[in-house]
């Protein structure tokens, strides 16, 4: 391709709502242009950056038996109702209503339409198990898009779904999953890409992991031990403590007037935050009534494990009535009114005297001991993990919190959707079951983007050779020269020939601004054709990594570039 | 891929809804599945021909310097706005509201997106012309969806668009991509295919092509000439006619109490139909007032031809009120109330003598001769053409009407969208202007069931075996004999790996339904292993066109059923 020929525009400067790096080289660098607020139009090079990304999915999921399908984008609301996310689903969920007056929503994910396909079909034991992929737009009205490609509404996103007889089945086929994606993000160039444990959200199910890309821009917040190799997002890590115990104490009520926070308290009473048991109020998102969690005092509340132990959605406490009995600032547990539940985290366990509320203005309680003054409770765990807490899984107190981008997902739903939706399949012996899923997720615009944050220096992105939009750049400096237009268009002509792709830039412009376009390009290996070059008969050579820099004789450069494009895509071969 | 291993079963019966033939065969053999009106899942066999036809259509895109970009399937209504579309579009468009409260729609076409991608970025003459094309899905909320993928709301389309400076440039491509659509037909295994001239309907513009899969069940009219090639949709088609001028005869009134229609005219008179001024009543659809049309009693008004005449919509008169003036049944060109426009459609030029009615309950006249008792009119075309019209070409009584499904269309679009939407660049001269533009697109579903039912017998597809969803079939007849299990899993090996595309039947079933699933799959290369041809040391090949029947040895089958692929496909390249 032909840069004289190439729609789009490279910039020197990129807009100001862009603020993360891969945002701005990819706007700067004339990838994409944004048509409504997470709504974006792709120019040829992401697109055939896409392209590649999505051939590597499909030579990865062919390889592991998954069958290429198609689902529509626009399904009948009636089939998520049968499901039940036609209304667990908020407002992500774009709907609308037909000619005819049927209710229609576009695909955000599509668990119901998987089984849709697969039942009535799927009849018999023999058929299992198998697993079905698509690589389709999906569009969920998402209210904080940002980032560019990293978080957007509408998008393209390859998701599988396998379907099985049993729980181990699953789990060897999840396995399968897990060890293709981990060669995707290989062949894709992602370089620090990690499985966490995660929270199956909206999807259902229990069993889930997250590929994250590790950055400091990414979204989620992830807890690591570098020691053993343990890592869950934030939202679901364990929070383990090893406690010092303390003295035992006797029960003492003291005044404490006006100070209601625990940095009021440590300041007041020279107590370290470790021995307070603070309280945090929450309300149930269904009738507002009220739940009193208590954890250490420099720790804070996980909410996501808090739903999980309730099972019911919660949200911080807006207000806390006067009717309700509970004395803010001074809540502690003994004495709360009746009725209210509580929730002691496990941070507090093993503790021999604490500090706490007296559930009465103006009053604490100082040498708190759960188990002799409030009784045997049961301690979960809700608070949230944080640097230097223990690791569950190899007990060193070595936690450490990064941050990073979810570039793939992967879950065990169990029978949520097969039950629900009825699908059945007739066993072994003669009995009627509903099949095990699992569901796997990458997005493609995502993974581009978060390549692109990787593996970029200021001067543009440096695109990993397996999934840059070109494999060679040629730059001629002087297009008005004959003799070195021949140079370049030669060496052109005959590496397309032998199957490169390679982008010409035959434009009559300054090096400077060639090679800062070159740059934004990204583009693995760059040939410059130049006057003085073509003097001495040879072509400069060199890798936009910086790894290679080096000239070629013009009679052997096409064999030697085809051999240094050999070499380099190599590297991403498994 | 195994059978045992594929998703989708295949059926004897076709369910009563399937009205055409390659419906019934696409849902008979697990190619798709129904989720709502015109939204249809699609299975492995289906999503790779579909691959298939879209990487023929990359290739040929790719061979006229079209760039493949990405649109969004999802846009603000605001850009539609800017065209005028989006009040000018019913409610074929599917529109919907977001959590914001912003408007937006879903997209049938995209025009409107290619205009926001590249608009400020070809700001100068010198980047020009380009073209630019996808491959994404669309939805279009079609009243009538039928046929299988026919006629679908959801679909897969490859549109593009092309951009210039001048009138000349854009026909130079106009051609390109037509033949381009001539190449991507063939190549596909579209035998009958056809560009005839067609209305522009919604897109605007002016010159258009349709290109016509020639087919009884096509939902198109088409006029064709055998003699000279001319071909155009009936929507447009000229209707032209050399009239037999007939005697000069005075102009007489005559009784024809209760005779309100042509048939009874020529049964009261004894006068053939081509001699009656026949009289028809639109109403606009912007306020329902009259118009009235003329044309030979023995032919029909064609609506799209008197709308672009008009530059008006209009609808077939529903009521005629008495104050109007008009008297239905006893219309005619003389004594007509004031204010009503009159068309006369040129079918009535150089005929001598007319019958018409007398604008008077039970009367006509006769010995109508227009020039002398109406004076100077204007005659335009709007009739319907027939079988045996003037071919406009050749001018010989040759045109003959066939049915077509649309597999492509190709649009000069002038500078409709370029100028609502205000795109322009500085010309050579110094001067801004908008870009003249193309736009051109083939569905890839509609495709595929054209072929489908162009190409198949009673028992299934005939895949051509450029879009075929394998290459090969190898029928296993006895699957639980180990030997000849050996034979056929190692062709089936051997195959594979010189990257040949093979569908393995490795169940455990009679001959008769295995080849019932064949017929079904329309794969076009089939090798049977059988317990008696193993023992003869043979394969059995046949193609599932009936064109070649014979037997291999198990020791070159590999090779020779290699040779046999090649040599297929090779009938389709170019």
């Not at 019911?312 to 009725?339: C, K, M, R």
Request: proline share 4%.
């Amino acid at each position: 391709m032909k840069v004289t020929a190439l729609l789009g525009e490279r910039f020197k400067d990129a807009p100001s709502d862009c603020t993360i790096e891969s945002h701005k080289l990819m706007v700067r660098g004339g990838y994409m242009k944004n048509m409504a607020s997470g709504i974006y139009s792709l120019f040829t090079p992401a697109k055939r950056i896409s392209k590649k990304i999505e051939n590597i999915i499909r030579e990865e999921m062919d390889r592991i038996d998954a069958q290429e399908v198609m689902f529509p984008v626009v399904m009948p609301a009636s089939l998520w109702e049968e499901s039940g996310r036609y209304t667990s689903i908020g407002s992500e969920m774009a709907r609308f209503t037909d000619r005819g007056g049927n209710r229609l929503v576009l695909g955000m994910t599509h668990e119901e339409a998987a089984v849709h396909l697969a039942r009535n079909t799927a009849s018999s034991y023999t058929q299992y198990p198998f697993s079905i992929y698509q690589i389709q737009t999906k569009f969920r009205d998402e209210p904080r898009a940002r980032g560019g490609l990293i978080r957007v509404r509408e998008f393209t996103m390859k998701d599988a779904y396998s379907f099985h007889t049993s729980q181990e089945d699953l789990e060897k086929t999840y396995q399968r999953f897990y060890d293709a994606y981990v060669r995707i993000y290989k062949r894709c160039g992602a370089k620090n890409v990690i499985a966490v444990k995660s929270d199956s959200g909206m999807m259902g199910g229990s069993v889930s992991h997250e590929f994250m890309l590790l950055t400091d821009i990414g979204e989620d917040t992830l807890a690591i031990c570098p020691e053993c190799g343990y890592s869950a997002n934030m939202e679901v890590a364990s929070c383990d403590i090893v406690n010092e115990p303390g003295e035992i104490e006797p029960l003492e009520k003291i005044s404490t007037p006006n100070v209601k926070t625990i940095e009021g308290l440590r300041h007041t009473l020279g107590v370290d935050a470790k021995r307070f048991a603070k309280a945090v109020v929450y309300q149930k998102n269904s009738d507002d009534s009220y739940i009193i969690v208590f954890v250490r005092g420099d720790l804070e509340v996980n909410e996501t494990k808090l739903r999980n132990h309730l099972g019911a959605e919660v949200h911080p406490a807006a207000v806390i009535t006067e009717d309700s009995g509970i004395v803010a600032g001074y809540i502690g547990p003994i004495g709360l009114p009746e009725g209210i539940p509580v929730v002691f985290d496990r941070s507090l366990c093993g503790i021999e005297s604490l500090v706490c509320g007296a559930n009465e203005e103006n009053f604490h309680l100082k040498g708190l001991n759960i188990a002799r003054d409030v009784g045997e409770v049961e301690y979960v765990d809700v608070a949230k993990v944080f640097e230097g807490a223990v690791c569950p899984v190899c007990e060193k107190r070595s936690i450490t919190i990064k941050r990073g981008i979810e570039v793939g997902n992967i879950f065990q739903l169990g029978t949520k959707y097969t039950k629900s939706m009825n699908m059945t399949y007739l066993d072994r012996d003669g009995e009627a079951k509903n099949p095990i899923m699992g569901c796997y997720g990458i997005g493609i615009g995502r993974l581009m983007a978060s390549v692109c944050e990787e593996s970029c220096d200021k001067f543009g992105p440096v695109w990993p050779i397996s999934i840059a939009p070109w494999q060679v750049e040629i730059c001629n400096l002087r297009s008005t020269d004959e003799g070195v237009t021949k140079v370049a268009e030669d060496l052109y002509d005959e590496l397309t020939r032998r199957g490169v792709e390679v982008l010409y830039d035959d434009r009559d412009i300054r090096p400077g601004s060639m090679f800062a376009d070159a740059d934004l390009f990204g583009v693995p290996v760059r040939v410059v054709v130049s006057p003085k070059n073509c003097d001495a008969g040879v072509v400069e050579v060199s890798t936009r990594d910086k790894t290679v820099k080096t000239e070629y004789s013009i009679g052997s450069a096409a064999d030697d570039v085809s051999a240094l494009v050999k070499e380099l895509l190599s590297k991403y071969e498994i």
